[in-house]
């Protein structure tokens, strides 16, 4: 597949759509491969400014860790919710300070802890006794954030199973942090990923306000409150992303309002954990039927087809994050529309009868080389995926439309995206956009 291609389009901006069909025309290749749409990306994040400017994201790089999408929201001022020492060293290879991290995993290693301590990052959660005592061991400088758990029983993946103090439990463990002098500097809590339930987020916030006035009656300054993740990035949602801002805002001006009755600003530091709200609708799929099987049966002939990605590659998000992926056939040559339609199984490629995405879809007939896409898929898809069988991957391709080249020219780390991106002019040097007419629509396209 191709390293980098650059045109021009005149007129409308193509589509996610054609991006695919040029490049599969173009490179005349059966291997899978991701469009990139960089523009996405950066829409979700002025869409999260406007909506709720109170709130600091801190990207939760578990759900997507590729190297383009850590520099683009980097470059943004965006946070960093981390989990281990490698996802802490990921974001400060690439030059984030500490004080733009969370160690936001309430059961740390404690050697992680340790590497904590030694390159500064001092906010890190937890919601038990035995974490406070080694955290008081192998980090007593950290600033530490009570976990709660909330309800969680309208998101499609819950972790109250697994995280958070029960709200009884509150009194007693920040009790325990003054008596053996750990600092507490908050709350945080989680609705669940996925959440689909804006009045989720009313009912934790004011949970938190309680742990906020516990604390501060023991002495404790409560300054920092992590609202969690949960938030919609996908068109298929029962809740929209407006509607969940809407509601966390109101409960924040309820609760932890920006001015007090006084005229007093508040001095509370407010951050959410979202993941896939920024990258889950930026991601699209495209894979090669490789083979493909017809199923007699009593009243009609069903059809299995077996894709080049599978539930051990990008598809691992329909076991583990329980997403349900909508196959799209997608011909380059002709319409679908006369094409017979029958009771369809998609498989993965591997050896393994565990692999498969899909079963009883109704699809038109396809054709061995033909393409089948898959939408939406950026969030917990690449960074779960592995080679098992010895099946890649699929490549990034990365859709950069001029005007938003053009701005990402202006980032301080264009160096670093740019390699990323491998955009060079006719000299070699990373300034595509000196070469070519701004006022016309430059499309680029990339793959690393």
Not at 88 to 97: L, S
Request: aromatic content about 10%.
């Amino acid at each position: 597949m191709k390293t980098s291609v650059l045109g021009q389009h005149f007129g409308l901006t193509p589509s996610v759509e054609d991006i695919v069909r040029d490049t599969i025309i173009e490179d005349n290749s059966e291997e899978a491969f991701y469009v990139v749409d960089i523009q996405d990306i950066l829409r979700k994040h002025k869409k999260w400014l406007l909506n709720m400017p109170r709130v600091q994201p801190y990207y939760a790089i578990k759900c997507n860790p590729t190297p383009i999408v850590l520099e683009l929201l980097s470059s943004l001022g965006v946070g960093f919710d981390c989990a281990s020492k490698n996802e802490i060293d990921a974001v400060m290879n690439i030059g984030v300070t500490p004080n733009r991290i969370i160690y936001a995993n309430p059961c740390k290693t404690k050697s992680f802890i340790k590497h904590a301590a030694d390159v500064g990052v001092d906010v890190m959660t937890f919601d038990n006794e035995l974490e406070l005592l080694k955290v008081r061991q192998f980090h007593p400088n950290a600033k530490m954030v009570l976990r709660i758990k909330v309800d969680d029983s309208h998101a499609v993946c819950r972790l109250g199973l697994k995280f958070g103090a029960d709200i009884e439990k509150v009194p007693q463990l920040l009790q325990t942090a003054k008596n053996i002098g750990v600092n507490i500097i908050g709350c945080s809590f989680h609705v669940g990923s996925g959440c689909e339930s804006a009045d989720a987020y009313t009912e934790a916030i004011a949970n938190a306000k309680y742990v906020f006035d516990l604390g501060r009656q023991l002495g404790f300054k409560m300054t920092f409150l992590d609202i969690g993740g949960g938030f919609p990035g996908t068109s298929v949602t029962k809740v929209r992303f407006e509607d969940t801002a809407e509601a966390v805002t109101k409960a924040l001006d309820i609760h932890f309002p920006a001015v007090d009755e006084l005229g007093n600003e508040s001095n509370v530091t407010i951050i959410a954990e979202p993941g896939r709200y920024y990258v889950a609708s930026a991601f699209t799929l495209a894979t090669n039927i490789i083979a493909k099987r017809s199923v007699p049966m009593e009243d009609q002939t069903a059809m299995m087809y077996y894709l080049n990605d599978g539930v051990y590659g990008s598809f691992n998000c329909t076991i583990f994050d329980h997403w349900i992926v909508d196959p799209i056939p997608f011909p380059i040559d002709g319409s679908m529309d006369e094409r017979q339609t029958h009771l369809t199984t998609l498989w993965g490629p591997t050896c393994d009868s565990m692999d498969c995405i899909k079963r009883d879809v109704v699809m038109p007939e396809m054709h061995i080389g033909e393409w089948v896409l898959f939408k939406e898929m950026g969030a917990y898809t690449i960074c779960a995926g592995s080679e098992f069988n010895g099946f890649k991957m699929p490549a990034l391709l990365y859709y950069v439309p001029a005007y938003t080249l053009q701005m990402l020219q202006h980032l301080p780390n264009w160096g670093r995206i740019s390699a990323i991106l491998d955009i060079h002019d006719n000299d070699g040097d990373s300034t595509a956009m000196d070469v070519y007419d701004v006022d016309h629509s430059l499309e680029l396209i990339s793959v690393h």
